[in-house]
């Protein structure tokens, strides 16, 4: 890979986990309860999404590092130039949206297409040159993974089927031209 587009890819993915990490962190705007939860449970239900989803914004704050550290210190590459967002759009993700769905969209629609995106980014890493890259290229697939296991288990507990899918199309829809 061009030296030029590898500073570019890293770039976008210090930007990318960076919004993340501030997107899952904010507090929730909405005021409202988990979906789909009984009175007994809103409470508990709400709290167990609120700690996974300061936890998933720890994990992106530290992808941030760490990609934001394999970007290339050449002056000729301006590295803090290639930092930015990987498409229009991602200024989307909106803060005031519930935990909840914010937890939907996480992991119906973000963590899928960011999974498919390192896998790519991945496959096109030349093993010797790029090693780095791809070290942590599988340590962020490994972190995606588990954050998405984790957050399906929550998100079945906390809403059904039904409603799970009504709210990652509806949310999909709004962010159709997010590509990592």
Known sequence: ML??????AVGRYVWLQRRLAEWLGAPDGSGATAAGCDDASDGAQRAAVLVYLHGA????????AGWEALLADSPA???KERVRAPSPGWE???AALSASDRLAVLVRVVLPRLSASLERFA???NDVAEAAEARFCAIAAADLRDLGDRGMALLN????????????????????GLSC
């Open 77 to 79: 590459l301006a590295a």
């Open 57 to 64: 914004a720890r994990r992106f704050a530290a992808h941030s």
């Open 3 to 8: 030296i030029e587009d590898l500073s570019d």
């Open 157 to 176: 507990r906390q809403m059904p089927e039904s409603a799970q899918r009504e709210a990652a199309e509806t949310l999909a829809q709004r962010l159709a």
């Open 92 to 94: 989307e993700l909106d």
């Open 123 to 125: 496959g096109g890493l």
